[in-house]
């Protein structure tokens, strides 16, 4: 088999779509090659081959073989040796995988200069100053990567040499300096290694080839690769290629540049580079390179080569290429063209563009657009530009990034915002009585809670930074600071955090703002025209409701209806009903409740005229809407003290209903449809809200598709007996106002009884919404408040490798659904179903949701324009 590919002007073995083979580098080699692009002569010796050797640290004897008939090409090709002592052949030797891993792998330049080659050289360009700088970075790059001798070692005597000549920097060196540095570095690899430095050409070059593929397993190249996800069994290729210099004079040079801009995405030439330097004298930084627009001034003819040569290459891969270049002489080489990285919004910007210059279709565009460019488009974020000192690291739960003064309490947070002062809400979790504060301040940061703890899911559907779980702060709530590795933050400091990477930073940092523009816009109704699955948002207000349509939600797939009830004007009559001791009490506190739920509802149905909006009757454990039991006796202490008789009576009945109240496992306990079932009246009083308000709708020519949810059911009786309630209250409503309207009774699967039942649930529901959230907690077992103790300790060793709460665990809990949903359409073909839980505005989990089929996902609002495109992405 071949294991060798040649590349250059007449014979070119490979092509642009063998980057598995070849790597990035090697294919665009290969088929800029093909295209008739200028490019030095060279061959690509196999990613497979680097497979091999690393296995037996030698190579087939075939591979050998295959090697040396390619130098002997190369050298044809040339008309020169590799090492002649009168005009030696010198080639570069670089790394590339399958995809670019920048710095992470080695290179070695000018090799085949020797004692006796370099002579040749410095004759043949007349330019001995030249030879020997070849000839001495050569010899520090080989000992460095080839060696493993320290380049510091190397370094420091250029340093020497420096100082002794009392000259300033590397260019001031002349020719006997650098032939001395050249004997020294010599000097040191025998130091170090015990034998003489290599001046069989031939074996520095099997040195070499063996040093690039040992180099796919340096520590920095694993790390990158466990960051990036890129598979450690690929290997990389090895590229060795005639050298060409961009150090030859003033109609030499060197460069890089972005067939477009890169970071806006703007269709104009982009780049830069330096008159008579070397490729890393660009990326080093030693010279400030110029606008690649001045290079027609200097060298036009070049110039104009290379700006056709980018079109071209553009055209033909149909994408923004990254190229380098480097000019000889007056003569333009290309030596390299890749995929150009970009910004979101110029990923967007280009996408867009390139449909409209029918170079792409619309398909390819909505591919060439990521869910993070579309998070990080929505939210304002760090400038780039900035550079950080992060003190701790907590879990970035709502993207975008915000600054703002300390505070400890929600309420806090909200005199601050009266002020006009922007705040970051630190507590150690917030709960739903925090919602007023957390709106208020910029953003929040707590120091537990997971993914879907409370802070995590309301800062998303605000939209609202948020970082959780960071268990590196410990506040001190009685002396209003918090200390974190070793600093102390005090209230009304600032901090920065940035929930898109869970970082905390202390002080203000600068900020761009989002940005959602025509461009954006337009990328996500070719989504639309593309995607089969539905989009819906979690929604339990006006105000989100509108956000999220105007960002393409199709309608609410979950409207928590608890929510609601933690209103200011709402908790005392909230409070009334959980206290009442009986049926009639709690009747007469429900009925305050009822027009206040209704105005809920005929704000949100109007809002979703013409949509489906599925509200859940009350799920959450009602101890959560009474004080803190630690609250309230130190409320009763203090009355005791003022001898304050009338309020302890009170006081102490609720303490008593709050212990009465008081769960072990209350995730597990009195919620969900069990709620509903012991107190019917509760969605009694819902139900009678929605249908009002439907009905009141209805008579305005509104139209409206309520669809009534109810959550926590395992077994399908739970689901016929409290859906025979909704349906006579709802038809007691319509009988009163005489009106008819469609709605549906559905159901949460959200337990793993649920969904093995499916088939018998099904019977009596008209949709079912997967709550992964809850499915996930029991699934697991993993208490959805508690996971950051552990899940990031378990992702760090290896044992989980993402956050379940976060992306959808498919293996466990996917499967699950899969029961559920197979199990529905055995008995119910049409059946809807949904997914609701966090994971339905996660890109992983919307694609499994396209898979399994079901029709539609529902997230918070700021994640509808990721799961729009997310949705258009599976399809293709
Ligand atoms: C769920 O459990 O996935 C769900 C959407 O409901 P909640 O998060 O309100 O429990
Ligand atoms: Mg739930």
Redesign the pocket.
């Known amino acids: 088999s071949k294991f060798v590919y040649f590349f250059g002007k007449d014979v070119t073995d490979g092509k642009g779509s063998m980057k598995d083979l070849l790597g990035g580098k090697g294919a665009g080699l290969a088929e800029m090659a093909n295209l008739g692009v200028p490019v030095p002569p060279g061959f690509t010796i196999t990613t497979e081959v680097c497979v091999l050797y690393l296995k037996e640290r030698k190579y087939p004897d075939e591979v050998l073989k295959q090697i040396e008939e390619a130098i002997d090409k190369l050298e044809t090709l040339n008309n020169k040796k590799l090492g002649d002592p009168e005009d030696p052949l010198l080639v570069s030797v670089r790394s590339g995988a399958r995809v670019s891993m920048p710095g992470m792998m080695d290179t070695v330049l000018n090799l085949g200069l020797t004692d006796k080659s370099v002579i040749g050289l410095a004759n043949k360009v007349n330019d001995e100053r030249f030879a020997y700088d070849c000839y001495r970075r050569f010899i520090s790059m080989f000992g460095d990567v080839v060696l493993g001798v320290d380049f510091d070692k190397f370094e420091s005597l250029i340093e020497d040499k420096k100082k002794e000549l009392k000259v300033e920097s590397d260019t001031d060196l002349d020719a006997k300096a650098l032939k001395e540095l050249a004997e020294r570095f010599k000097g040191v690899i025998k130091l170090e290694k015990g034998f003489e430095f290599p001046q069989d050409p031939r074996v520095q070059l099997q040195m070499a080839i063996n040093a690039v593929f040992e180099s796919w397993n340096n520590p920095r190249a694993i790390t990158y690769r466990k960051l990036n996800e890129i598979d450690d069994s690929w290997g990389t290729a090895v590229n060795v290629q005639t050298m060409v210099y961009g150090n030859r004079g003033n109609t030499s040079g060197t460069g890089v540049a972005f067939t477009r801009n890169p970071s806006t995405g703007e269709k104009k030439f982009f780049g830069e580079y330096l008159i008579n330097a070397q490729g890393e004298d660009v990326v080093a930084g030693i010279r400030t390179p110029d606008f690649i627009d001045t290079l027609g001034n200097k060298i036009p003819e070049a110039y104009n080569q290379l700006v056709d040569i980018c079109q071209r290459l553009e055209a033909h891969f149909k994408d923004m290429q990254d190229i380098e270049f480097t000019i000889q002489e007056g003569k333009l080489y290309m030596l390299q063209t890749r995929t150009g990285k970009r910004t979101a919004a110029a990923a967007v910007k280009i996408a867009k563009d390139m449909v409209a210059e029918g170079l792409i279709d619309k398909e390819t565009a909505v591919t060439r657009v990521k869910a993070e460019h579309i998070d990080l488009l929505l939210h304002p974020r760090i400038d780039p530009k900035v550079k950080l000192e992060v003190v701790a690291k907590g879990l970035p739960a709502s993207p975008g990034a915000a600054v703002g003064k300390v505070v400890f309490t929600a309420e806090d947070a909200e005199e601050m915002a009266e002020i006009g002062e922007k705040t970051i809400l630190v507590r150690n979790e917030t709960s739903p009585e925090d919602i007023g504060g957390m709106a208020a301040a910029q953003g929040v940061l707590t120091v537990r809670g997971g993914m ?1 703890s409370h802070a995590a ?1 309301v800062g998303r559907g605000m939209g609202k930074p948020c970082v959780v779980g960071c268990g590196e702060i410990s506040i001190d709530t009685k002396n209003n600071f918090f200390m974190v590795n070793g600093h102390t933050v005090k209230e009304h400091d600032y901090i920065t955090i940035d929930g898109s990477t869970g970082s905390v930073i202390i002080g203000k940092v600068d900020l761009i703002d989002a940005e959602i523009n025509d461009d954006l816009k337009q990328i996500l109704l070719w989504a639309d025209e593309i995607r089969t699955l539905g989009v819906r948002t979690n929604a339990d207000n006006p105000a989100d409701a509108s956000l999220a349509r105007e960002l393409g939600a199709e309608g609410i797939g ?1 409207c ?1 209806t608890e929510h609601m009830f933690f209103g200011e004007d709402r908790i005392p009559a909230v409070r009334e009903m959980i206290m009442a001791e009986d049926e009639k009490s709690r009747k007469k506190a429900l009925k305050k409740l009822l027009p206040m739920q209704k105005e809920d509802f005929l704000g949100i149905f109007r809002c979703m005229e013409g949509l489906p909006v599925t509200i859940r009757l009350l ?1 959450p454990p009602l101890h959560e809407f009474l004080p803190d039991k630690e609250e309230l006796d130190t409320k009763l202490r203090e009355l005791e003290a003022s001898e304050d008789c009338g309020k302890i009576d009170e006081v102490k009945k609720i303490i008593q209903r709050v212990t009465s109240l008081k769960e072990l496992n209350p995730m597990l306990g009195h919620r969900g449809c069990r709620l509903g079932i012991t107190y019917p009246e509760i969605y009694n009083m819902q139900v009678r809200a929605i249908m009002e308000a439907a009905c009141e709708l209805a008579n305005e020519g509104v139209q409206v598709i309520p669809e009534i949810m109810i ?1 926590l059911v395992g077994l399908a009786k739970e689901l016929s007996v409290t859906r025979e309630e909704v349906c006579k209250m709802a038809e007691t409503v319509m009988a009163e106002k005489g009106l008819k309207i469609d709605y549906k009774v559905g159901t ?1 699967i ?1 337990l793993p009884r649920a969904a093995i039942t499916a088939d018998q649930i099904a019977q009596v529901a008209d949709f079912f919404s997967f ?5 996930t907690q029991t699934t697991f077992g993993f208490s959805r408040d508690d996971v950051s103790k552990f899940v990031p300790i378990y992702q760090k060793a290896g044992i989980l490798e993402h956050d379940p709460f976060a992306v959808l665990d498919q293996e466990g809990v996917g499967e699950i659904m899969k029961i559920g949903i197979e199990k529905a359409r055995s008995v119910k073909p049409d059946l809807k179903m949904g997914i ?3 994971h339905g505005g996660e890109p992983k989990s919307i694609c499994f949701a396209h898979e399994v089929g079901l029709d539609y996902v529902s997230c918070s609002p700021y994640r509808v324009p990721i799961a729009r495109l997310v949705a258009a992405q599976s399809t293709i």
């Open positions: 879907t899911v979950l928590r799920d959550p949460m959200e709550g992964t959230n809850d499915l609701c839980g966090e």
